[in-house]
Protein backbone atom coordinates (compact mmCIF):
# COMPACT_ATOMS: atom_id res chain seq x y z
CA UNK A 1 0.00 0.00 0.00
CA UNK A 2 2.78 2.51 0.88
CA UNK A 3 4.36 2.10 -2.32
CA UNK A 4 1.16 2.51 -4.26
CA UNK A 5 0.50 5.29 -2.64
CA UNK A 6 4.19 6.86 -2.84
CA UNK A 7 4.19 6.42 -6.51
CA UNK A 8 0.75 7.59 -7.12
CA UNK A 9 1.13 10.56 -5.28
CA UNK A 10 4.51 11.65 -6.78
CA UNK A 11 4.11 15.78 -6.84
CA UNK A 12 6.20 15.77 -10.44
CA UNK A 13 3.88 13.48 -12.40
CA UNK A 14 0.57 14.51 -14.30
CA UNK A 15 -2.72 11.99 -13.00
CA UNK A 16 -2.38 9.89 -15.77
CA UNK A 17 1.27 9.43 -15.74
CA UNK A 18 1.28 9.08 -11.72
CA UNK A 19 -1.82 5.96 -12.69
CA UNK A 20 0.37 4.45 -15.66
CA UNK A 21 3.36 4.29 -14.34
CA UNK A 22 2.49 2.63 -10.72
CA UNK A 23 0.53 0.01 -12.81
CA UNK A 24 3.63 -1.05 -14.60
CA UNK A 25 5.83 -0.95 -11.52
CA UNK A 26 3.75 -1.89 -8.71
CA UNK A 27 0.39 -3.31 -10.45
CA UNK A 28 2.93 -5.41 -12.85
CA UNK A 29 0.89 -4.87 -15.85
CA UNK A 30 2.66 -4.72 -19.47
CA UNK A 31 2.78 -1.73 -21.26
CA UNK A 32 0.28 -3.37 -24.04
CA UNK A 33 -1.71 -4.46 -21.00
CA UNK A 34 -2.20 -0.32 -19.41
CA UNK A 35 -2.54 0.44 -22.95
CA UNK A 36 -5.74 -1.87 -23.49
CA UNK A 37 -7.14 -0.28 -20.61
CA UNK A 38 -6.63 3.10 -21.57
CA UNK A 39 -8.11 2.31 -24.68
CA UNK A 40 -5.21 4.23 -26.35
CA UNK A 41 -1.79 2.87 -28.81
CA UNK A 42 0.93 1.08 -26.86
CA UNK A 43 3.04 3.32 -28.27
CA UNK A 44 1.70 5.69 -26.80
CA UNK A 45 1.48 4.46 -23.35
CA UNK A 46 5.44 3.75 -23.83
CA UNK A 47 5.80 7.14 -24.55
CA UNK A 48 3.75 7.85 -21.37
CA UNK A 49 5.47 5.51 -18.61
CA UNK A 50 9.09 6.39 -20.36
CA UNK A 51 8.21 10.17 -19.64
CA UNK A 52 7.14 9.91 -15.95
CA UNK A 53 10.01 8.11 -15.24
CA UNK A 54 12.44 10.66 -16.65
CA UNK A 55 10.14 13.68 -14.75
CA UNK A 56 10.82 11.95 -11.34
CA UNK A 57 14.69 11.52 -12.44
CA UNK A 58 14.85 15.03 -13.57
CA UNK A 59 12.90 16.36 -10.03
CA UNK A 60 15.50 14.73 -8.27
CA UNK A 61 13.27 14.41 -5.05
CA UNK A 62 12.84 11.43 -3.25
CA UNK A 63 9.49 9.80 -3.01
CA UNK A 64 7.47 11.07 0.22
CA UNK A 65 4.77 9.50 2.05
CA UNK A 66 1.84 11.97 2.09
CA UNK A 67 0.51 12.90 5.19
CA UNK A 68 -2.68 11.31 6.62
CA UNK A 69 -4.71 14.63 5.94
CA UNK A 70 -3.61 14.91 2.36
CA UNK A 71 -4.48 10.68 1.88
CA UNK A 72 -8.33 11.45 0.99
CA UNK A 73 -7.86 14.09 -1.53
CA UNK A 74 -5.23 11.60 -3.50
CA UNK A 75 -7.18 8.68 -3.14
CA UNK A 76 -9.15 9.00 -6.23
CA UNK A 77 -5.90 7.95 -8.07
CA UNK A 78 -4.96 4.89 -5.77
CA UNK A 79 -8.48 3.75 -6.53
CA UNK A 80 -7.87 3.87 -10.29
CA UNK A 81 -4.81 2.09 -9.98
CA UNK A 82 -6.42 -0.85 -8.22
CA UNK A 83 -9.56 -0.80 -10.42
CA UNK A 84 -7.39 -1.28 -13.49
CA UNK A 85 -5.15 -4.17 -11.53
CA UNK A 86 -8.28 -5.65 -10.48
CA UNK A 87 -10.33 -5.74 -13.88
CA UNK A 88 -7.09 -7.24 -15.90
CA UNK A 89 -7.02 -10.02 -13.45
CA UNK A 90 -10.60 -10.65 -13.91
CA UNK A 91 -10.34 -10.71 -17.44
CA UNK A 92 -7.16 -11.01 -18.73
CA UNK A 93 -6.01 -9.05 -22.17
CA UNK A 94 -4.35 -11.62 -23.36
CA UNK A 95 -2.49 -15.12 -22.65
CA UNK A 96 -4.31 -18.97 -22.27
CA UNK A 97 -6.05 -18.27 -19.07
CA UNK A 98 -9.36 -15.74 -18.83
CA UNK A 99 -8.07 -14.54 -15.31
CA UNK A 100 -4.87 -14.09 -13.37
CA UNK A 101 -6.28 -14.84 -9.82
CA UNK A 102 -2.61 -12.89 -8.60
CA UNK A 103 -3.65 -9.39 -9.74
CA UNK A 104 -7.38 -9.97 -8.30
CA UNK A 105 -6.26 -11.49 -4.79
CA UNK A 106 -3.75 -8.38 -4.38
CA UNK A 107 -6.18 -5.15 -5.93
CA UNK A 108 -8.69 -7.12 -3.17
CA UNK A 109 -5.82 -7.17 -0.59
CA UNK A 110 -4.58 -3.63 -1.24
CA UNK A 111 -8.20 -2.55 -1.54
CA UNK A 112 -8.94 -3.87 2.32
CA UNK A 113 -5.93 -2.28 3.35
CA UNK A 114 -6.92 1.02 2.17
CA UNK A 115 -10.74 0.47 3.52
CA UNK A 116 -8.94 -0.04 6.90
CA UNK A 117 -7.45 3.22 6.49
CA UNK A 118 -10.15 5.37 4.90
CA UNK A 119 -13.40 3.53 6.53
CA UNK A 120 -15.24 6.48 5.55
CA UNK A 121 -14.27 6.54 2.16
CA UNK A 122 -18.02 6.02 0.08
CA UNK A 123 -15.77 5.42 -2.85
CA UNK A 124 -13.03 3.22 -1.19
CA UNK A 125 -16.05 1.03 0.08
CA UNK A 126 -17.30 0.86 -2.91
CA UNK A 127 -14.26 -0.37 -4.97
CA UNK A 128 -13.87 -3.18 -2.47
CA UNK A 129 -17.95 -4.41 -2.62
CA UNK A 130 -17.37 -3.91 -6.53
CA UNK A 131 -14.59 -6.11 -6.34
CA UNK A 132 -15.98 -8.71 -4.10
CA UNK A 133 -19.17 -9.25 -5.97
CA UNK A 134 -16.95 -9.73 -9.27
CA UNK A 135 -14.76 -12.15 -7.35
CA UNK A 136 -17.56 -14.49 -6.58
CA UNK A 137 -18.24 -15.42 -9.47
CA UNK A 138 -15.19 -16.33 -10.98
CA UNK A 139 -15.47 -19.91 -9.96
CA UNK A 140 -18.05 -20.16 -12.23
CA UNK A 141 -16.76 -18.28 -15.46
CA UNK A 142 -15.01 -21.37 -16.80
CA UNK A 143 -15.62 -24.63 -17.43
CA UNK A 144 -12.70 -27.30 -15.71
CA UNK A 145 -10.92 -27.14 -19.33
CA UNK A 146 -10.88 -23.27 -19.05
CA UNK A 147 -13.70 -22.69 -21.27
CA UNK A 148 -15.41 -19.32 -20.56
CA UNK A 149 -18.79 -19.46 -19.35
CA UNK A 150 -21.21 -16.10 -19.92
CA UNK A 151 -23.08 -14.77 -16.91
CA UNK A 152 -26.22 -16.26 -18.37
CA UNK A 153 -24.80 -19.27 -18.21
CA UNK A 154 -23.10 -19.60 -14.77
CA UNK A 155 -23.87 -22.39 -12.16
CA UNK A 156 -24.49 -19.83 -9.44
CA UNK A 157 -24.38 -22.26 -6.85
CA UNK A 158 -20.68 -22.26 -7.18
CA UNK A 159 -20.77 -18.50 -6.89
CA UNK A 160 -18.66 -17.15 -3.29
CA UNK A 161 -21.72 -16.78 -1.14
CA UNK A 162 -19.37 -14.84 2.02
CA UNK A 163 -18.10 -12.55 -1.10
CA UNK A 164 -21.57 -11.94 -2.18
CA UNK A 165 -22.59 -11.32 1.44
CA UNK A 166 -19.44 -9.11 2.03
CA UNK A 167 -20.02 -7.26 -0.98
CA UNK A 168 -23.72 -6.28 -0.51
CA UNK A 169 -23.08 -5.13 3.30
CA UNK A 170 -20.69 -3.04 2.20
CA UNK A 171 -22.41 -1.02 -1.14
CA UNK A 172 -25.27 -0.91 1.12
CA UNK A 173 -23.32 1.25 3.89
CA UNK A 174 -22.10 2.90 1.62
CA UNK A 175 -24.74 4.40 -0.48
CA UNK A 176 -26.51 4.97 2.95
CA UNK A 177 -23.74 7.29 4.30
CA UNK A 178 -21.62 8.67 1.47
CA UNK A 179 -21.88 10.98 -1.38
CA UNK A 180 -22.66 9.16 -4.54
CA UNK A 181 -19.92 7.70 -6.48
CA UNK A 182 -19.01 5.55 -9.45
CA UNK A 183 -17.45 2.65 -8.02
CA UNK A 184 -20.79 2.68 -5.67
CA UNK A 185 -22.88 2.49 -8.45
CA UNK A 186 -20.76 0.04 -10.38
CA UNK A 187 -21.22 -1.63 -7.17
CA UNK A 188 -24.92 -1.64 -6.42
CA UNK A 189 -25.04 -3.05 -10.51
CA UNK A 190 -23.22 -5.80 -9.74
CA UNK A 191 -25.19 -6.92 -6.38
CA UNK A 192 -28.50 -6.98 -8.68
CA UNK A 193 -26.58 -9.78 -10.59
CA UNK A 194 -24.82 -11.21 -7.92
CA UNK A 195 -28.61 -11.28 -5.91
CA UNK A 196 -30.93 -12.52 -8.33
CA UNK A 197 -31.45 -16.85 -8.00
CA UNK A 198 -31.41 -17.07 -11.85
CA UNK A 199 -30.22 -14.25 -14.76
CA UNK A 200 -33.99 -14.74 -15.50
CA UNK A 201 -34.44 -13.03 -12.16
CA UNK A 202 -32.10 -10.18 -13.05
CA UNK A 203 -33.87 -6.95 -12.32
CA UNK A 204 -32.80 -5.16 -15.68
CA UNK A 205 -34.98 -2.30 -14.92
CA UNK A 206 -32.78 -1.69 -12.12
CA UNK A 207 -29.61 -2.71 -13.78
CA UNK A 208 -30.75 0.08 -16.39
CA UNK A 209 -31.79 2.79 -13.88
CA UNK A 210 -28.36 2.56 -12.10
CA UNK A 211 -26.25 2.73 -15.75
CA UNK A 212 -28.51 5.95 -16.08
CA UNK A 213 -26.34 7.37 -12.84
CA UNK A 214 -23.09 5.83 -13.91
CA UNK A 215 -23.19 7.92 -17.36
CA UNK A 216 -24.15 10.70 -15.51
CA UNK A 217 -20.76 10.44 -12.83
CA UNK A 218 -18.44 8.81 -14.93
CA UNK A 219 -19.52 8.91 -18.76
CA UNK A 220 -17.23 7.13 -21.22
CA UNK A 221 -17.75 4.59 -23.45
CA UNK A 222 -17.46 1.70 -21.74
CA UNK A 223 -19.95 2.92 -19.67
CA UNK A 224 -22.59 3.23 -22.76
CA UNK A 225 -21.39 -0.42 -23.54
CA UNK A 226 -22.79 -1.69 -20.90
CA UNK A 227 -26.14 0.16 -20.66
CA UNK A 228 -26.85 -0.40 -24.31
CA UNK A 229 -27.30 -4.36 -22.74
CA UNK A 230 -29.11 -2.72 -20.35
CA UNK A 231 -31.27 -1.10 -22.73
CA UNK A 232 -31.66 -3.90 -24.66
CA UNK A 233 -32.74 -6.21 -21.67
CA UNK A 234 -35.67 -3.64 -20.99
CA UNK A 235 -36.54 -2.32 -24.60
CA UNK A 236 -35.35 -4.89 -26.56
CA UNK A 237 -32.34 -5.68 -28.72
CA UNK A 238 -33.39 -2.95 -31.48
CA UNK A 239 -33.11 0.00 -29.11
CA UNK A 240 -29.86 -1.32 -27.49
CA UNK A 241 -28.30 -1.51 -31.38
CA UNK A 242 -29.78 1.72 -31.85
CA UNK A 243 -27.49 2.68 -29.11
CA UNK A 244 -24.50 1.27 -30.25
CA UNK A 245 -24.25 2.91 -33.33
CA UNK A 246 -23.95 6.02 -31.71
CA UNK A 247 -20.72 4.44 -29.90
CA UNK A 248 -19.25 2.79 -33.47
CA UNK A 249 -17.65 6.79 -34.55
CA UNK A 250 -15.70 6.41 -31.09
CA UNK A 251 -12.39 5.70 -31.70
CA UNK A 252 -11.60 4.52 -28.45
CA UNK A 253 -13.86 1.22 -29.36
CA UNK A 254 -13.16 0.88 -33.28
CA UNK A 255 -10.78 -1.90 -32.65
CA UNK A 256 -11.95 -3.35 -29.07
CA UNK A 257 -13.28 -6.26 -29.66
CA UNK A 258 -16.11 -5.74 -26.92
CA UNK A 259 -18.04 -3.20 -29.07
CA UNK A 260 -18.66 -5.92 -31.87
CA UNK A 261 -19.36 -9.03 -29.05
CA UNK A 262 -21.88 -6.55 -28.06
CA UNK A 263 -23.33 -6.08 -31.21
CA UNK A 264 -22.84 -9.86 -31.99
CA UNK A 265 -25.57 -10.92 -28.92
CA UNK A 266 -28.25 -8.01 -29.71
CA UNK A 267 -27.82 -9.07 -33.31
CA UNK A 268 -28.84 -12.56 -32.31
CA UNK A 269 -31.29 -11.77 -29.95
CA UNK A 270 -33.00 -9.52 -32.90
CA UNK A 271 -32.71 -12.63 -34.84
CA UNK A 272 -30.25 -11.57 -37.69
CA UNK A 273 -27.79 -14.64 -37.49
CA UNK A 274 -25.90 -13.80 -40.63
CA UNK A 275 -24.96 -10.40 -39.25
CA UNK A 276 -24.71 -12.11 -35.87
CA UNK A 277 -22.27 -14.41 -36.79
CA UNK A 278 -20.28 -12.03 -38.67
CA UNK A 279 -19.90 -9.73 -35.66
CA UNK A 280 -19.05 -12.75 -33.44
CA UNK A 281 -16.02 -13.48 -35.99
CA UNK A 282 -14.74 -9.92 -35.84
CA UNK A 283 -14.92 -9.75 -32.38
CA UNK A 284 -12.87 -13.30 -31.89
CA UNK A 285 -9.87 -11.40 -34.41
CA UNK A 286 -9.89 -8.33 -32.41
CA UNK A 287 -9.58 -10.07 -29.03
CA UNK A 288 -5.81 -11.08 -27.64
CA UNK A 289 -7.64 -13.16 -25.11
CA UNK A 290 -7.52 -17.35 -26.12
CA UNK A 291 -10.50 -17.90 -23.49
CA UNK A 292 -12.65 -15.29 -25.11
CA UNK A 293 -11.52 -16.12 -28.68
CA UNK A 294 -12.38 -19.47 -28.21
CA UNK A 295 -15.58 -18.60 -26.92
CA UNK A 296 -16.51 -16.25 -29.55
CA UNK A 297 -15.18 -18.55 -32.73
CA UNK A 298 -18.20 -21.20 -30.65
CA UNK A 299 -20.57 -18.57 -30.39
CA UNK A 300 -20.32 -18.45 -34.28
CA UNK A 301 -20.67 -21.65 -35.14
CA UNK A 302 -23.19 -22.03 -33.24
CA UNK A 303 -25.33 -19.90 -35.61
Not at 48 to 53: E, Q, W
Not at 160 to 170: F, I, N, Q, S, W
Request: charged fraction near 20%; aromatic fraction near 4%; include cysteine.
Amino acid sequence: TLALLLLCCHPVLSPPARIALTLRAVGGLTTAQIAHAFLVPEATMAQRISRAKASIREAGSPFRVPPATELPARVGEVLHVLYLVFTEGHTASSGDALARVDLTAEAIRLARQLHALLPDEGEVTGLLALMLLTEARRPARTTASGELVPLAEQDRSLWRTAYVREGVDLVTDALTRSRLGPYQVQAAIAAVHDEAPTAADTDWEQVLALYDVLEQLAPGPVVSLNRAVALAMVEGPAAGLSLLSDLEGDKRLARHHRLHAVRAHLLELDGDTDAARESYLLAARLTTSVPEQRHLERKAADL
